[in-house]
Nanobody, 115 residues
Framework: QVQLVESGGGLVQARGSLRLSCAASESIFSVAWYRHAPGKQRELVASFTSLGSTNYADSVKGRFTISRVNGNYTVYLQMNSLKPEDTAVYYC????????????WGQGTQVTVSS
Protein backbone atom coordinates (compact mmCIF):
# COMPACT_ATOMS: atom_id res chain seq x y z
CA GLN A 1 0.00 0.00 0.00
CA VAL A 2 1.54 3.30 -1.09
CA GLN A 3 1.14 6.16 1.35
CA LEU A 4 0.94 9.71 0.01
CA VAL A 5 1.22 12.83 2.15
CA GLU A 6 0.57 16.26 0.67
CA SER A 7 1.75 19.56 2.05
CA GLY A 8 2.20 23.15 0.96
CA GLY A 9 -1.34 24.39 0.52
CA GLY A 10 -2.58 27.66 1.93
CA LEU A 11 -3.95 31.09 1.19
CA VAL A 12 -2.29 33.25 -1.44
CA GLN A 13 -3.22 36.37 -3.37
CA ALA A 14 -3.88 36.28 -7.09
CA ARG A 15 -0.68 36.26 -9.17
CA GLY A 16 1.17 34.68 -6.27
CA SER A 17 2.89 31.29 -6.07
CA LEU A 18 2.71 28.12 -4.01
CA ARG A 19 4.56 24.83 -4.12
CA LEU A 20 2.77 21.64 -3.21
CA SER A 21 4.66 18.53 -2.15
CA CYS A 22 3.56 14.92 -2.33
CA ALA A 23 5.73 12.55 -0.32
CA ALA A 24 5.34 8.91 -1.33
CA SER A 25 6.30 6.01 0.90
CA GLU A 26 8.08 4.25 -1.99
CA SER A 27 9.11 4.72 -5.58
CA ILE A 28 6.12 4.55 -7.89
CA PHE A 29 5.65 4.83 -11.64
CA SER A 30 3.30 7.79 -11.96
CA VAL A 31 2.16 10.58 -9.70
CA ALA A 32 -0.53 13.10 -10.53
CA TRP A 33 -2.15 16.12 -8.98
CA TYR A 34 -5.92 16.46 -9.13
CA ARG A 35 -8.08 19.25 -7.78
CA HIS A 36 -11.68 19.45 -6.72
CA ALA A 37 -13.48 22.75 -6.38
CA PRO A 38 -16.97 23.13 -4.89
CA GLY A 39 -19.64 22.58 -7.51
CA LYS A 40 -17.15 21.30 -10.07
CA GLN A 41 -15.92 17.90 -11.16
CA ARG A 42 -12.56 16.64 -10.06
CA GLU A 43 -9.93 17.74 -12.56
CA LEU A 44 -6.55 16.27 -13.49
CA VAL A 45 -4.10 19.14 -13.12
CA ALA A 46 -0.75 17.54 -13.95
CA SER A 47 0.90 14.14 -14.08
CA PHE A 48 4.41 12.76 -14.11
CA THR A 49 5.83 9.34 -14.96
CA SER A 50 9.16 7.72 -14.17
CA LEU A 51 9.83 7.71 -17.91
CA GLY A 52 10.01 11.49 -17.68
CA SER A 53 6.75 12.35 -19.39
CA THR A 54 4.52 15.10 -18.06
CA ASN A 55 1.00 16.16 -18.84
CA TYR A 56 -0.92 19.32 -17.91
CA ALA A 57 -4.48 20.54 -18.03
CA ASP A 58 -4.89 23.35 -20.54
CA SER A 59 -5.98 25.67 -17.74
CA VAL A 60 -2.59 25.44 -16.00
CA LYS A 61 -0.14 25.10 -18.89
CA GLY A 62 2.63 27.65 -18.62
CA ARG A 63 1.81 28.37 -14.98
CA PHE A 64 2.22 25.04 -13.16
CA THR A 65 5.19 22.67 -13.22
CA ILE A 66 5.27 19.11 -11.91
CA SER A 67 8.65 17.66 -11.03
CA ARG A 68 10.52 15.11 -8.97
CA VAL A 69 14.09 15.21 -7.73
CA ASN A 70 16.04 12.11 -8.80
CA GLY A 71 16.23 9.55 -6.04
CA ASN A 72 13.54 11.34 -4.08
CA TYR A 73 10.08 9.94 -3.53
CA THR A 74 8.59 13.44 -3.39
CA VAL A 75 6.78 15.03 -6.32
CA TYR A 76 6.30 18.78 -6.43
CA LEU A 77 3.73 21.00 -8.06
CA GLN A 78 5.04 24.52 -8.51
CA MET A 79 2.11 26.86 -9.07
CA ASN A 80 2.80 30.35 -10.37
CA SER A 81 0.54 33.20 -11.49
CA LEU A 82 -2.27 31.78 -9.41
CA LYS A 83 -5.83 32.79 -10.16
CA PRO A 84 -8.95 32.69 -7.98
CA GLU A 85 -10.27 29.89 -10.18
CA ASP A 86 -7.35 27.73 -9.03
CA THR A 87 -8.98 27.58 -5.61
CA ALA A 88 -9.67 23.94 -4.75
CA VAL A 89 -8.61 21.00 -2.66
CA TYR A 90 -5.57 19.50 -4.36
CA TYR A 91 -5.00 15.76 -4.16
CA CYS A 92 -1.93 13.75 -4.93
CA UNK A 93 -2.55 10.41 -6.62
CA UNK A 94 -0.29 7.58 -7.72
CA UNK A 95 -0.38 4.39 -9.74
CA UNK A 96 1.92 1.55 -10.63
CA UNK A 97 3.04 1.18 -14.21
CA UNK A 98 0.41 -1.25 -15.47
CA UNK A 99 -2.49 0.10 -13.43
CA UNK A 100 -5.43 1.44 -15.43
CA UNK A 101 -6.13 4.30 -13.05
CA UNK A 102 -4.70 6.23 -10.14
CA UNK A 103 -5.59 4.11 -7.14
CA UNK A 104 -3.51 5.60 -4.33
CA TRP A 105 -4.64 8.94 -2.95
CA GLY A 106 -3.48 11.47 -0.41
CA GLN A 107 -5.70 13.30 2.03
CA GLY A 108 -5.75 16.57 0.08
CA THR A 109 -4.53 20.06 0.77
CA GLN A 110 -6.54 23.27 0.43
CA VAL A 111 -5.37 26.00 -1.92
CA THR A 112 -7.23 29.30 -1.73
CA VAL A 113 -6.43 32.16 -4.08
CA SER A 114 -7.90 35.52 -3.18
CA SER A 115 -8.61 38.21 -5.75
Amino acid sequence: QVQLVESGGGLVQARGSLRLSCAASESIFSVAWYRHAPGKQRELVASFTSLGSTNYADSVKGRFTISRVNGNYTVYLQMNSLKPEDTAVYYCAARRRWAAAYNYWGQGTQVTVSS
